[in-house]
Structure formats: C-alpha cells, structure tokens
C-alpha cells in the first residue's frame, strides 16, 4: 500500500517545492517506483473530475471515515480504472473498505458516463481531456487564450535524430497516424490518430494530447523525446557550427535540451566536439545521466554533478575552452501549461456527520455536485494554500537577481562567443528586464556582449513573429531606440495559443572575440546592480 500512502502524501503537499515531476523524481522511495507514482497521480487528476462524483454520489466518505479525500480518490481509480485493480493484498483494510462497496461505485461511474451522453469508458476518457475546464491538467490554466479552452494542449515529441529519423518514425510508430496540414486541425479532432509536423523545429511532431507513447517501444528506446515545441528553440537559436568545439549546458537536468543540443552537433559538426553538463543537484544529475544513456547522447556528454555553475573555474579547463552556453536556470515556470502546483484536482468534499447516508437510505436523484455552474455551488476540498509558492514581486525579484548574476557570470568564460538565455516564465522581470540589464552591464561592455539580432538568427526563429515586450524594455533602457531593438531580439512564445506552445522566452547573445579587454578586468568588479544587491 506504499504506492497509495506516498501519492496521497505528494497530492497533500500541493507540490510546493516544485512542479509534481520534480517532486516525485527527487523523492526518496525505497517502497514504491517514482514513475508508478506519477502515472497513478497524473491519471487520477484526469479523472477526478468523474472520480469525485462517483465518490460523493455512492456516499463512500460517509461510511468510510477514515479515508481521506486524496486516497479515496487514488484507490477509486484503481478500482474502478485501473486492469489489475487495486494494488493491496486481497484482506488489506484499505481494500476492503472500497471493494465493499463496489456494487455502487460501479453503478456511479456507469450513471456519470451516460450524463456525459458516452458509449464506453475512451469516449468518457476523452470527453474529460477535450471539455475540462480552465486549470486542468489537460492545459488550461488561468489567462490561456481562448482556444486552449476549447481543444487541449498538442503533446509534442521531437525524433531523437542519434536513435533514428522522422521518416523511419513515420513508418513504423506513426504509419497508422494521419497527417494533418494545420495544427489547429490536430488540436479539433476528437480522432486521436492525427500527427502534425512542424515547420520551424525539424523532426518535432505533435500529436492529440490523449495519445499516451510512454509505453511504446520507440520512447522506451530512447527514439522518441517529449519535449515542447518552446523547448526545442535554445538549441535552435545556439546554432551550432563548425567553429563551435566545446558547448556547455549549465543547468542541464532533466536533459532534454542537451540530447537535442547533442543531436544537433551530430548532424552538423565534424567529429571532436564537447558537450559539458552542468547540473548542481546530485540526484537530478543521475536523471539527466540516464536520460542521456537511453537518447544514446551519453558518449559525447561530459556530466559534472552536483556542480554550481557559479563556482566553475572559468581559468581552468574544461571551462576555459567553453565556447557556446546554454542557461535555462530556474524560474517561476509561469509559463508552464497544467503546471502542477496550481492543478484543479476535483476532490469529494467530506460529508458532515450529520449527512451521512446509511445503506438503505435513498439518495436524491440529481445530488450530483455540478462544478463551475450558478445553479449548484462548487464544493472542492482543498488544502490550506500557504505552502504553495506564489509569484509575488518580492519573489520575482529574488529570481531576477539571481538570473542576472548567472547570465553575467557566463559572460565573463574567456572564450565563449555565443549564449543562449532562456526561462519558461511570461514574467518580464525573469525575461526582457534581465536581458536589459545584462546588456548594459559593464561586464557585458568590457567583454564585448551583444545581443544576437532577429536578422542573424535563425532562419526559422528569424520569421517568428512574437517578439519581447517593448515597454518592458523601455521601462528599464532609458535609450527608447536601444530598447525597441532589445525587443526585437528577443523571442517570445505565448502560452496556450494557436502555436500550440507553453509560455517561453529565449534571447541569443553573441560576442566580439577581438573586442579589447579593459585593464584588470575581471568578473569580481561587477557585483550587480544596487536593487538586485538589497
């Protein structure tokens, strides 16, 4: 019964260290796989919205007390969900207490897949992913565009190009998929087998967010990453090229853009690069070690685990042979579509004693409790909400602080020329402010830092119409021509839009190797801006 007791723990949580992948893959389990965990949450969120009416309506919680609305939920699932049931031995207390009344709950999911006016339990499934409402799981969060409210966020997986190609993908995991010319078409179909192909990202592919390959032999190969579209745009806009020998990812965890920084190298570069991987956690170091194992990245990736890129010897090797960056550092995930800590779990509300309903007793027809809706108020049990982290100014200012001093430090590796800043935030404290500051720093003058305009990037990033936000720009450069052009430079994707994207922000920066260095210049004479210091 670990896996129930350790999913109902990280439900309670509310995730407030971090989105529900980190917490649970950072987690120790000695009793229960990490990916079980996952996977028994992730599709009891899908289906809570069904779980918690058939709950509430066989009066499980009244006559089971000592369950608690979280492991109602997860022993539910598996029960009525689930093809090997509940994972307990057969006399388990918390068994039996469901098992009992399975007459009912039966009968419950039954009542609330004809409502939903659904043949069988896929047509239900996927009513759930195509109707939910705003902060599901399925990608709808609040202030999303008006089309995430309708169809779901595309699931997008990039062809890992060292295992195989898209044409191979095509004929063999995809060669029952129909491909469409719109991704709006895609994102329409209530038809699950439709694939779009996208056009600024070679080899990334989307797919109806309903389809679920992590069983699929080419993901468990390592042919197959999911990883957004937004994602895929650092490495892009890095660009390697035949000067470029040694790349450094500096906070590299999970991997996914240092398999595709990886990827790129390979195809393009003469053999003898370097790719460095810079991850300060211990354990998500081992995350990103197997992950580049199974991408097949592993043999051109050096891991340096539990390394603070702050605290890299840029005098030394192999940090002073660095040439091309990548910083992707932590940030408020603002941007991140269904991002875990603000999920809209549907959970039973708990009956008060008085309302308890016995076995013999009639239930009202239509007692159902009907979310969203001015007949019928909502009733979500909920934890207390002061765990969770909130993206306060205080907040926002302590991460742009931080951005901006990781970004100067990789201004001063002695022979870098190009770096690629990037946050999945909508914030332009962590984004436009940072890249402001950044550029008008001393250090970045001194060194010769510039940033990478829309006309050198590119090709496909260079037609990317969505842009950084000139106000922001102007607010913090009091050089309105500098600022418009800061803004022109950077790259923006809007969250739950018709692109079909997270919420992401990337900006290339570039530097002049024959710009003189000032006299003692060094990365201990910038300590900051003031603000950022208090």
């Known amino acids: 019964m670990a896996l129930y007791y350790e999913s109902e723990t990280i439900l309670r949580s509310r995730f407030n260290s971090g989105g529900l992948k980190s917490t649970i893959f950072a987690g120790n389990y000695t009793r229960t796989s990490p990916a079980q965990v996952y996977?028994?949450?992730?599709?009891?969120i899908k289906w809570s919205?069904?779980?918690?009416?058939?709950v509430e309506n066989a009066g499980l919680l009244s006559e089971e007390r000592k369950l608690s609305p979280q492991i109602a939920l997860l022993l539910v699932h598996d029960h009525l969900l689930s093809k090997k049931g509940i994972a307990a031995p057969t006399r388990h207390p918390l068994r039996l207490s469901i098992e009992k009344h399975k007459s009912r709950l039966h009968s419950e999911l039954v009542k609330s897949r004809i409502r939903r006016k659904c043949p069988d339990l896929k047509s239900l499934e996927k009513s759930l992913v195509i109707r939910s409402g705003p902060g599901s799981f399925t990608g709808r969060g609040p202030g999303l565009a008006n089309e995430s409210q309708i169809y779901p966020h595309p699931r997008w997986i990039r062809i890992n190009t060292l295992r195989t190609s898209l044409s191979d993908q095509l004929k063999t995991t995809f060669h029952q998929y129909n491909q469409v010319s719109q991704l709006e078409d895609l994102r329409s179909e209530t038809d699950s087998s439709t694939i779009f192909i996208d056009p600024h990202v070679q080899g990334l592919i989307a797919v109806h967010s309903s389809v679920d390959l992590t069983k699929s032999p080419a993901y468990l190969e390592g042919s197959l990453i999911f990883q957004e579209k937004a994602s895929c745009f650092p490495a892009l806009l890095l660009n390697p090229s035949n000067t470029d020998k040694v790349f450094l990812d500096a906070c590299a965890a999970p991997?996914?853009?240092?398999?595709?920084?990886?990827?790129?190298?390979?195809?393009?570069?003469?053999?003898?690069?370097?790719?460095l991987a810079c991850e300060r956690d211990a354990k998500r170091a081992e995350t990103l070690r197997k992950m580049l194992a199974v991408a097949h990245a592993d043999p051109m990736v050096e891991v340096y685990a539990a390394q603070d890129f702050l605290k890299t010897r840029l005098a030394e090797p192999p940090w002073q042979e660095v040439q091309a960056i990548i910083l992707d550092p932590s940030c408020s995930g603002t941007g991140i579509i269904g991002r875990?800590?603000?999920?809209?779990?549907?959970?039973?509300?708990?009956?008060?004693?008085s309302s308890s309903t016995s076995h013999g007793q009639k239930r009202k027809r239509g007692s159902v409790t009907v979310r969203n809706t001015s007949q019928t108020p909502q009733v979500?049990?909920?934890?207390?909400?002061?765990?969770?982290?909130?993206?306060?100014a205080e907040r926002l200012a302590g991460l742009s602080g931080f951005q901006l001093k990781l970004l100067l430090h990789a201004f001063n590796f002695p022979n870098a020329r190009k770096i690629v800043y990037s946050t999945c935030s909508t914030c332009a404290e962590e984004n436009e402010i940072v890249v402001c500051r950044a550029i008008t720093s001393p250090v970045?003058?001194?060194?010769?830092?510039?940033?990478?305009?829309?006309?050198?990037?590119?090709e496909q990033l260079k037609k990317w119409e969505r842009r950084g936000l000139i106000a922001s720009c102007v607010e913090t450069i009091s050089d309105e021509v500098l600022a418009q052009e800061v803004a022109r430079a950077c790259i923006r994707c809007e969250k739950g839009g018709k692109g079909g994207t997270i919420g992401f922000f990337v900006a290339g920066f570039v530097r002049d190797l024959g710009h003189p260095l000032k006299d003692g210049a060094s990365e201990s004479e910038w300590e900051g801006f003031e603000s950022d210091l208090q």
């Open 444 to 458: 970045a003058s001194e060194r010769g830092w510039r940033l990478l305009r829309r006309e050198e990037q590119v």
């Open 49 to 54: 919205p069904i779980l918690k009416e058939v």
């Open 380 to 392: 979500v049990e909920q934890e207390p909400d002061s765990d969770i982290p909130q993206v306060t």
């Open 39 to 44: 996977a028994l949450i992730t599709e009891t």
């Open 340 to 353: 875990e800590d603000s999920l809209d779990i549907a959970l039973p509300a708990r009956p008060s004693r």
């Open 255 to 275: 991997g996914n853009k240092t398999t595709q920084i990886a990827a790129l190298c390979e195809s393009v570069l003469e053999p003898g690069f370097k790719i």
